[in-house]
Protein backbone atom coordinates (compact mmCIF):
# COMPACT_ATOMS: atom_id res chain seq x y z
CA UNK A 1 0.00 0.00 0.00
CA UNK A 2 1.33 3.72 -0.72
CA UNK A 3 1.72 6.28 1.37
CA UNK A 4 0.59 9.88 0.43
CA UNK A 5 3.11 12.41 0.77
CA UNK A 6 3.28 16.15 0.08
CA UNK A 7 5.86 17.33 -2.67
CA UNK A 8 7.17 20.95 -1.93
CA UNK A 9 9.36 22.99 -4.02
CA UNK A 10 10.08 26.38 -2.10
CA UNK A 11 12.62 27.38 -4.01
CA UNK A 12 15.35 30.06 -3.24
CA UNK A 13 15.17 31.86 0.30
CA UNK A 14 18.02 33.12 2.79
CA UNK A 15 19.60 30.85 5.31
CA UNK A 16 16.52 31.97 7.92
CA UNK A 17 13.65 31.60 6.19
CA UNK A 18 14.87 28.03 4.62
CA UNK A 19 15.79 26.90 8.40
CA UNK A 20 12.41 28.14 9.38
CA UNK A 21 10.39 26.89 7.13
CA UNK A 22 12.01 23.47 7.89
CA UNK A 23 11.29 23.91 11.67
CA UNK A 24 7.22 25.23 10.39
CA UNK A 25 6.45 22.36 8.83
CA UNK A 26 7.88 20.14 11.98
CA UNK A 27 5.24 21.72 13.99
CA UNK A 28 2.33 21.72 12.03
CA UNK A 29 2.96 17.94 11.02
CA UNK A 30 3.27 16.86 14.72
CA UNK A 31 -0.10 18.93 15.47
CA UNK A 32 -1.49 16.81 12.32
CA UNK A 33 -1.90 19.66 9.95
CA UNK A 34 -0.11 18.24 7.45
CA UNK A 35 0.66 14.87 5.89
CA UNK A 36 4.45 14.10 5.93
CA UNK A 37 6.58 16.19 3.25
CA UNK A 38 9.70 16.03 0.97
CA UNK A 39 10.62 19.43 0.30
CA UNK A 40 13.28 20.80 -1.44
CA UNK A 41 15.29 24.27 -1.26
CA UNK A 42 18.10 26.41 -2.21
CA UNK A 43 19.53 29.15 -0.58
CA UNK A 44 21.03 32.75 -1.86
CA UNK A 45 22.70 33.93 -0.64
CA UNK A 46 24.62 31.41 0.46
CA UNK A 47 24.97 30.52 3.83
CA UNK A 48 26.98 28.71 6.57
CA UNK A 49 24.94 26.54 8.14
CA UNK A 50 26.22 25.18 11.95
CA UNK A 51 24.96 22.09 13.89
CA UNK A 52 22.71 22.63 16.84
CA UNK A 53 25.91 21.77 19.25
CA UNK A 54 28.56 24.22 17.77
CA UNK A 55 29.67 27.55 18.86
CA UNK A 56 30.09 30.19 16.11
CA UNK A 57 32.54 31.72 18.71
CA UNK A 58 34.85 29.18 18.37
CA UNK A 59 34.15 27.25 15.19
CA UNK A 60 33.59 30.50 12.82
CA UNK A 61 35.01 33.50 11.54
CA UNK A 62 32.01 35.56 11.25
CA UNK A 63 33.59 38.50 10.16
CA UNK A 64 34.74 37.10 7.01
CA UNK A 65 31.20 35.58 6.00
CA UNK A 66 30.51 39.33 6.21
CA UNK A 67 32.68 40.10 3.75
CA UNK A 68 32.04 37.17 1.61
CA UNK A 69 28.34 37.67 1.55
CA UNK A 70 27.56 34.51 3.38
CA UNK A 71 24.51 34.35 6.12
CA UNK A 72 25.45 32.10 9.00
CA UNK A 73 22.70 29.95 10.82
CA UNK A 74 21.86 27.26 13.40
CA UNK A 75 20.21 24.31 12.52
CA UNK A 76 18.15 22.45 15.34
CA UNK A 77 19.76 19.46 13.82
CA UNK A 78 23.34 18.43 14.44
CA UNK A 79 26.18 17.49 12.63
CA UNK A 80 28.74 20.16 11.45
CA UNK A 81 29.02 23.23 9.39
CA UNK A 82 27.99 23.02 6.03
CA UNK A 83 28.16 25.67 3.57
CA UNK A 84 25.23 26.05 0.75
CA UNK A 85 26.12 27.51 -2.18
CA UNK A 86 25.04 25.36 -5.07
CA UNK A 87 23.42 22.95 -3.82
CA UNK A 88 20.23 20.97 -3.84
CA UNK A 89 18.58 20.66 -0.27
CA UNK A 90 16.19 18.51 1.12
CA UNK A 91 13.93 18.15 4.19
CA UNK A 92 11.35 15.41 5.25
CA UNK A 93 9.07 15.77 7.95
CA UNK A 94 7.20 12.79 8.93
CA UNK A 95 6.47 11.07 12.13
CA UNK A 96 8.01 7.60 12.96
CA UNK A 97 4.83 5.53 13.28
CA UNK A 98 4.58 6.81 9.34
CA UNK A 99 6.81 3.11 8.05
CA UNK A 100 9.94 4.66 9.47
CA UNK A 101 11.78 2.79 12.19
CA UNK A 102 12.01 4.04 15.77
CA UNK A 103 15.54 4.24 15.92
CA UNK A 104 17.86 6.75 15.05
CA UNK A 105 20.40 4.32 13.12
CA UNK A 106 16.96 2.71 11.73
CA UNK A 107 15.68 5.64 10.41
CA UNK A 108 18.53 6.76 8.90
CA UNK A 109 18.88 3.77 6.73
CA UNK A 110 15.13 3.44 5.33
CA UNK A 111 15.58 7.13 4.73
CA UNK A 112 18.34 6.89 2.73
CA UNK A 113 17.00 3.96 0.66
CA UNK A 114 14.91 7.04 -1.22
CA UNK A 115 18.51 8.94 -1.74
CA UNK A 116 19.97 6.13 -3.00
CA UNK A 117 17.73 5.12 -5.29
CA UNK A 118 17.83 8.93 -6.49
CA UNK A 119 21.62 8.14 -7.26
CA UNK A 120 20.74 5.52 -8.99
CA UNK A 121 18.30 7.44 -11.52
CA UNK A 122 21.71 9.38 -12.07
CA UNK A 123 23.83 6.31 -13.06
CA UNK A 124 25.87 6.67 -9.51
CA UNK A 125 25.86 3.29 -7.55
CA UNK A 126 26.12 5.02 -3.76
CA UNK A 127 26.16 3.06 -0.29
CA UNK A 128 25.11 4.40 3.40
CA UNK A 129 28.15 3.74 4.77
CA UNK A 130 28.38 4.93 8.32
CA UNK A 131 31.91 5.27 9.71
CA UNK A 132 33.98 6.34 12.50
CA UNK A 133 35.10 9.65 13.57
CA UNK A 134 38.79 9.61 13.67
CA UNK A 135 39.19 13.92 12.54
CA UNK A 136 37.61 16.54 14.50
CA UNK A 137 36.29 19.37 12.07
CA UNK A 138 33.92 22.04 12.35
CA UNK A 139 33.23 20.98 8.65
CA UNK A 140 30.37 18.46 8.24
CA UNK A 141 31.64 17.12 5.53
CA UNK A 142 35.25 16.10 7.26
CA UNK A 143 33.22 13.77 9.60
CA UNK A 144 31.70 10.46 9.76
CA UNK A 145 28.55 10.32 10.37
CA UNK A 146 25.46 7.71 10.13
CA UNK A 147 24.08 9.09 7.48
CA UNK A 148 26.98 9.19 5.14
CA UNK A 149 26.11 8.47 1.36
CA UNK A 150 29.37 7.46 -0.23
CA UNK A 151 30.92 6.92 -3.95
CA UNK A 152 33.89 5.43 -4.42
CA UNK A 153 34.73 5.75 -1.13
CA UNK A 154 34.55 9.66 -0.88
CA UNK A 155 30.89 11.15 0.80
CA UNK A 156 28.50 12.17 -1.60
CA UNK A 157 25.44 13.37 0.51
CA UNK A 158 25.34 14.12 4.18
CA UNK A 159 21.99 14.56 6.29
CA UNK A 160 21.09 15.17 9.68
CA UNK A 161 17.73 14.66 12.12
CA UNK A 162 16.01 16.50 14.96
CA UNK A 163 13.22 15.14 16.60
CA UNK A 164 9.89 15.91 18.47
CA UNK A 165 7.45 13.83 20.20
CA UNK A 166 6.65 11.55 17.53
CA UNK A 167 8.14 13.07 14.55
CA UNK A 168 11.19 13.53 12.77
CA UNK A 169 12.76 15.76 10.57
CA UNK A 170 15.53 15.12 8.51
CA UNK A 171 17.72 17.38 6.20
CA UNK A 172 20.53 17.07 3.97
CA UNK A 173 23.01 18.51 1.72
CA UNK A 174 23.44 17.27 -2.04
CA UNK A 175 26.06 19.29 -3.25
CA UNK A 176 26.89 19.89 -6.94
CA UNK A 177 30.15 21.93 -6.24
CA UNK A 178 32.36 22.21 -2.62
CA UNK A 179 33.75 25.91 -2.56
CA UNK A 180 36.20 24.00 -0.05
CA UNK A 181 38.39 27.07 -0.56
CA UNK A 182 35.32 29.56 0.87
CA UNK A 183 34.08 27.42 3.46
CA UNK A 184 37.53 26.95 5.04
CA UNK A 185 38.18 30.48 5.05
CA UNK A 186 35.39 30.84 7.30
CA UNK A 187 35.95 28.45 9.64
CA UNK A 188 38.40 29.30 12.54
CA UNK A 189 41.30 27.15 13.69
CA UNK A 190 44.38 27.16 16.09
CA UNK A 191 46.43 27.70 12.98
CA UNK A 192 47.16 27.72 9.56
CA UNK A 193 48.93 24.18 9.96
CA UNK A 194 45.29 22.52 11.09
CA UNK A 195 43.34 24.32 8.53
CA UNK A 196 45.64 22.74 6.02
CA UNK A 197 45.64 19.34 7.55
CA UNK A 198 41.67 19.50 7.65
CA UNK A 199 41.03 21.10 4.51
CA UNK A 200 43.18 18.04 2.85
CA UNK A 201 40.97 15.80 4.77
CA UNK A 202 38.25 17.22 3.34
CA UNK A 203 39.38 17.24 0.04
CA UNK A 204 39.79 13.40 0.22
CA UNK A 205 36.36 12.33 1.89
CA UNK A 206 34.24 14.36 -0.10
CA UNK A 207 32.52 14.26 -3.34
CA UNK A 208 30.70 16.48 -5.42
CA UNK A 209 28.11 15.71 -7.92
CA UNK A 210 29.64 18.03 -10.66
CA UNK A 211 32.60 16.11 -10.19
CA UNK A 212 30.84 13.14 -11.30
CA UNK A 213 28.47 13.88 -13.20
CA UNK A 214 29.48 17.59 -14.38
CA UNK A 215 28.96 21.20 -12.92
CA UNK A 216 26.31 21.49 -15.66
CA UNK A 217 23.93 18.89 -14.16
CA UNK A 218 20.35 20.41 -14.17
CA UNK A 219 18.98 21.34 -10.94
CA UNK A 220 15.39 20.56 -12.02
CA UNK A 221 16.42 16.98 -13.17
CA UNK A 222 17.98 16.49 -9.69
CA UNK A 223 14.88 17.51 -8.44
CA UNK A 224 12.70 14.65 -10.12
CA UNK A 225 14.85 12.44 -9.25
CA UNK A 226 14.94 12.71 -5.95
CA UNK A 227 11.42 13.13 -6.24
CA UNK A 228 11.00 9.67 -8.13
CA UNK A 229 13.92 8.13 -5.87
CA UNK A 230 11.86 8.24 -2.46
CA UNK A 231 8.61 7.35 -4.27
CA UNK A 232 10.05 4.05 -5.83
CA UNK A 233 12.13 3.11 -2.88
CA UNK A 234 9.72 3.68 -0.26
CA UNK A 235 6.27 3.17 -1.96
CA UNK A 236 5.34 6.84 -1.54
CA UNK A 237 2.87 8.44 -3.85
CA UNK A 238 3.50 11.94 -4.16
CA UNK A 239 1.25 14.99 -4.82
CA UNK A 240 2.00 18.41 -5.80
CA UNK A 241 1.49 20.67 -2.71
CA UNK A 242 2.95 24.20 -1.30
CA UNK A 243 3.10 25.78 2.04
CA UNK A 244 -0.34 26.35 3.86
CA UNK A 245 -1.14 29.20 5.66
CA UNK A 246 -0.26 28.06 9.01
CA UNK A 247 3.12 27.22 7.72
CA UNK A 248 4.07 30.45 6.27
CA UNK A 249 2.84 32.36 9.03
CA UNK A 250 4.32 30.11 11.20
CA UNK A 251 7.89 30.15 9.39
CA UNK A 252 7.82 34.12 8.92
CA UNK A 253 7.39 34.38 12.58
CA UNK A 254 10.31 31.78 13.25
CA UNK A 255 12.53 33.21 10.97
CA UNK A 256 12.31 36.50 12.59
CA UNK A 257 11.85 35.90 16.11
CA UNK A 258 14.54 32.83 16.33
CA UNK A 259 16.97 31.94 13.31
CA UNK A 260 17.75 35.65 12.48
CA UNK A 261 18.82 36.70 15.97
CA UNK A 262 22.07 36.62 17.81
CA UNK A 263 20.57 34.75 20.72
CA UNK A 264 19.60 32.00 18.68
CA UNK A 265 22.85 32.28 16.82
CA UNK A 266 25.42 32.98 18.93
CA UNK A 267 23.76 30.44 21.69
CA UNK A 268 26.65 28.35 24.07
Known amino acids: M????RFID??????????????????????????????????????LSLGYNQSIEHDVDVAKCQEAGVE???RIT????????????Y???????NGIPASIAGSYRFLSEGLIACYKILGLDVELKPGRNKTRSAACFSVATLADLTYQGRKLAGSA???RRNSLLQHGSLPIESHADLLFSLLRFSSEMYRQKARS?????????????GKDIDVQDLIESLREGFAHA????????????EEIRRSQELASVKYDTHQWNHRS
Not at 2 to 5: C, G, I, N, P
Not at 78 to 89: I, N, S
Not at 234 to 245: A, K, N, P, V, W
Open 2 to 5: QRSW
Open 10 to 47: TGVNNAFLNMAIDEAILDVHIEGGVLPTLRVYQWDPPA
Open 72 to 74: VVR
Open 78 to 89: GGGAVLHARELT
Open 91 to 97: SIVSAVN
Open 161 to 163: QAR
Open 201 to 213: VFNKRMLTLGEVI
Open 234 to 245: LGIRFYEDSLTE
